[in-house]
């Protein structure tokens, strides 16, 4: 039985019309002079402080954690500034889906897990009323690699409940590879959505124990099921 349920932001609970990719390219030019570096960036499922410390490096750029967070800072009140102007959208689904979720007999608790900083979560969510009622969360602050914000919300999750849980009782959701493969890093199962970044091939390839095109209509019941 399903006794965790974490998703990812981007593309899986909202999409904003590339709400940060914008506000991430913005402090580039604005703090350091240099232009175009949203299109020269891979953005999808990677964390902002590992896309922070990327920027830093290649182009030569003292990436010390001040400078991390100095960019960080710009960041959150340039997305802020966006998301007021271009908020996106909810993704199909998924209010009525979390609905289905709180109101099962036993309801899983619901986490996030994200590549975003938690007050850039905030921002995001926040602009649709989906901020807040999550249990628990792991996010950029807490580490740039997801892998390892996997097992940090996980253990966040454990501590919370007061036992700990095994991997097949935890589902993530999420719209890349990179939100399955941090699923199978902890041995958890995940649903795949072609709400966002991937395709169903990509998130099949990847392993993910099922893929929908989007949240509508999915049969939560099944989560109360004993995994196979
Ligand atoms: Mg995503």
Redesign the pocket.
């Known amino acids: 039985m399903t006794r965790l349920v974490l998703f990812?932001?981007?593309?899986?609970l909202i999409r904003t019309g590339g709400a940060g990719v914008h506000a991430f390219g913005r402090t580039a030019e604005l703090l350091y002079g240099i232009p175009g570096v949203a299109e020269r960036t891979h953005f999808?499922?990677r964390t902002d402080t590992a896309l922070v410390k990327e920027f830093f490096l290649g182009n030569g750029l003292q990436g010390r954690s001040w400078d991390v967070r100095h960019f960080l800072d710009a960041y959150v009140f340039l997305l802020d500034q966006r998301m007021k102007e271009h908020p996106g959208e909810v993704c199909p689904g998924v209010p009525e889906f979390l609905r289905s979720l709180r109101s099962l007999p036993e309801p899983p608790a619901l986490g996030l897990l994200t590549g975003n900083i938690q007050l850039g979560a905030r921002i995001k969510l926040g602009a649709h009323g989906l901020w807040g009622d999550w249990a628990c969360g792991a996010f950029a602050d807490d580490h740039e690699d997801r892998n390892q914000l996997a097992r940090i919300v996980r253990d966040r999750a454990c501590r919370l409940l007061g036992r700990r849980l095994e991997g097949p009782e935890i589902l993530v959701i999420?719209?890349?590879h990179r939100?399955v493969e941090c699923a199978r890093a902890i041995g958890a199962r995940s649903l795949g959505v072609c709400t966002?970044?991937g395709s169903a091939e990509e998130l099949r390839s990847a392993g993910a124990t099922r893929v929908v095109d989007d949240l509508r209509g999915f049969p939560v019941e099944s989560l109360c099921v004993d995994p196979a």
């Open positions: 990812d932001i981007d593309g899986t999808h499922g999420g719209d890349t939100d966002g970044g």
